[in-house]
């Protein structure tokens, strides 16, 4: 059996609304005064009680996630998080000068994220970021989830409210609040240049969050030439050939897309295109779809490896990397993140797939030697074959 990678955010701490509340008192300057502990941790029942319903707990946490989620990403916009990195056990009133927003406004908003457990209020009345703070939100590189979470709420989240008409239709609904006639998100993008940027902004981030383990497969160490399909900005591409300095890589995406790749090195080739209308470029020995084929039907899935089987040499090889659903379909948060998004939004069709079904359709398109190497971060699995 395949192993499960299981997301990083079932560590959270979950707030039961069973809990007892304690009277609010407030200093003359509006921060909240500190407070005396009356029970074990925000949310777990007091000792003795009886234990809680984990599922029970969690669409409590569920139905508030909404709300939270946009105060996270909120702290983030106001650096809360990269504030009490640099400086821990900072007061309120620091905060209140750090990010120069009023005193009742970031008592409410202080409040919200330190119920998800992201920051913790000490006895003292001072604040910390919780040890996943501090190793998710605090840092501000380019795979920081400040950009990521930023693309969800501006891009992905809003178009949720939609999700009843979309499923039903069975097409993306929700895609007519962006300008243009395109079919898919990805492509009407590019009448918006600057939501563009965040959207491949939040992308990228992501990716490299997952790409670390599929960059050290020791699967890549034979490629002399990889085409690197849909490969959008080169991320993936770029952290390839810094890992493998003999291979060389061509990125085929859309003209919009492939030009943020500009300036990437000599090894790295654009060749900007249309994945169904235009044949592959010629002269790779392996092709790599890199959170590419959950976009698409089954049907189109099918063509583009063909493809692929038909531009590759005899011993060439195809590489799928991008989220897999379990088997059975019932485990994967950000696999079922992800379906929703491309239903309601994205392109109208496409899931996380099952490995069995990338399995499956490598076969159909010729390729033997199929097997999937499980356990990568995120919900991740390589789906591997070669052309005989």
């Not at 707030?15 to 007892?20: D, E, I, K, Q, Y």
């Not at 300036?263 to 994945?275: E, K, V």
């Amino acid at each position: 059996m395949r192993a499960r990678a299981d997301p990083l955010t079932r560590g959270a701490t979950l707030n039961s609304p069973a809990g007892t509340a304690q009277p609010a008192r407030t200093t003359q300057s509006g921060s909240p005064a500190p407070a005396a502990r009356t029970g074990g941790p925000p949310g777990r029942p007091a000792q003795g009680a009886p234990a809680a319903d984990p599922v029970a707990e969690r669409f409590h946490f569920l139905v508030n996630a909404p709300a939270l989620f946009n105060a996270v990403v909120t702290a983030l916009e106001w650096d809360v998080f990269g504030h009490l990195s640099a400086h821990p056990g900072a007061s309120f009133e620091e905060l209140r000068g750090a990010t120069g927003v009023p005193a009742h406004s970031l008592r409410v908003l202080l409040h919200a994220v330190c119920t998800t457990g992201l920051l913790e209020r000490n006895p003292d009345g001072t604040y910390d970021n919780a040890r996943a703070a501090a190793e998710l939100l605090a840092p501000d590189g380019p795979d920081s989830w400040r950009h990521i979470l930023t693309g969800w709420r501006e891009i992905y989240y809003p178009a949720f409210s939609r999700m009843s008409e979309a499923l039903a239709a069975g097409t993306n609904t929700a895609l007519d609040t962006h300008p243009g006639d395109e079919p898919t998100l990805y492509r009407r993008l590019a009448h918006d240049p600057e939501l563009e940027a965040v959207f491949h902004r939040s992308m990228s981030a992501f990716t490299l969050k997952s790409l670390d383990a599929l960059v050290e497969s020791e699967d890549f160490a034979s490629v002399r030439h990889l085409l690197d399909v849909g490969g959008g900005d080169g991320t993936t591409s770029s952290r390839l050939l810094a890992r493998h300095p003999g291979m060389r890589s061509t990125v085929f995406d859309l003209p919009s897309v492939a030009q943020r790749a500009a300036g990437a090195g000599d090894r790295l080739r654009l060749h900007p295109g249309d994945l169904f209308a235009d044949p592959f470029p010629p002269g790779a020995d392996a092709v790599l779809f890199s959170h590419v084929l959950e976009i698409f039907s089954a049907g189109q899935i099918t063509e583009l490896l063909a493809k692929a089987h038909a531009a590759l040499p005899h011993g060439g090889r195809v590489f799928v990397y991008g989220y897999n659903a379990s088997d059975d379909e019932t485990r994967g948060w950000y696999s079922a993140r992800l379906s929703l998004y491309l239903n309601v939004l994205a392109s109208g069709q496409g899931m996380a797939y099952p490995a069995r079904d990338y399995e499956d359709w490598m076969r159909r398109a010729g390729f033997g030697d199929v097997r999937t190497l499980t356990g990568y971060p995120y919900e991740h699995g390589l789906t591997t074959g070669t052309k005989p």
